[in-house]
């Protein structure tokens, strides 16, 4: 079935650096979605891509729908603490006329002050 | 507007019993998704309801089961609960032919 690989697992950072991770699948997407989660809570929409090469930004967030369908990345500029949570790539595939979201693992983000 | 609501919080079962989570989708939202998050992965898609019926569904079995109301809130039936089944429920509510999927809290299960 589809999946979506999720790099880096984890990063830990200093606050002010400029972060980068990426998502990558084997199958082609026709809509990525990027997701925040806090501990305990639900995760929170922050950018959606429908276009291949869409380059979206949402503050200090640019997300990219990469060019072959099958990936996409997340910058975030000049972070700071309360960007500490998980980040969450989710597609959806050309096929499904559902809204079945597949998932990546999540890439935790720690801000060091 | 109101966002997606989901109850209870946090429920403890014991292996065999069934469990009924409950959704409200956000205002003007007609589509549910439920996933199922076990601790430290990402969400699985269990299933999704459009017009009180069923539209799609993931790789969990029958006794994963569902409803969707007129008013468009939606139910997750869980029966015969396994240890494995201990997991964050989330609910998400969308428009039908908008991907974008707003998520709840989700309701914390423990299984015993």
């Known amino acids: 079935g589809q999946q979506l690989n999720q790099s880096p697992q984890s990063m830990f950072i200093q606050e002010g650096e400029d972060v980068s991770m990426n998502c990558t699948s084997s199958?082609?997407?026709?809509?990525w979605l990027w997701y925040k989660q806090d501990p305990g809570e639900g995760p929170v929409l922050l950018i959606a891509?429908?276009?291949?090469?869409e380059l979206t930004s949402n503050g200090r967030l640019t997300a990219q729908f990469g060019i072959t369908r099958k990936d996409s990345f997340l910058n975030i500029s000049a972070s700071i603490p309360s960007d500490v949570g998980i980040y969450f790539c989710?597609?959806?595939?050309?096929?499904?006329?559902?809204?079945?979201?597949?998932f990546g693992q999540g890439t935790t983000l720690q801000v060091k002050p | 507007e109101t966002g997606v609501t989901q109850s209870p919080t946090h429920l403890i079962k014991t292996r065999g019993q069934q469990v009924t989570l409950r959704c409200s989708s956000q205002?003007?939202?007609?589509?549910v998704s439920w996933y199922q998050q076990a601790l430290g992965q990402g969400p699985q898609f269990i299933f999704q309801?459009?017009?009180?019926?069923?539209?799609g569904r993931g790789n969990f079995p029958p006794r994963f089961s569902g409803l969707q109301f007129p008013n468009y809130s939606s139910e997750l039936n869980v029966n015969a609960l396994e240890l494995d089944d201990s997991a964050l429920y989330l609910c998400?509510?969308?428009?039908?032919?908008?991907?974008?999927?707003?998520f709840g809290p989700g309701t914390r299960l423990t299984v015993t």
């Open positions: 998400a509510s969308s428009i039908t032919g908008v991907f974008e999927q707003y």
């Open positions: 199958s082609i997407f026709n809509t």
């Open positions: 891509l429908y276009k291949a090469g």
């Open positions: 989710a597609g959806l595939g050309g096929s499904s006329n559902t809204g079945k979201l597949i």
């Open positions: 205002s003007g939202h007609n589509t």
């Open positions: 309801y459009y017009r009180e019926e069923e539209n």
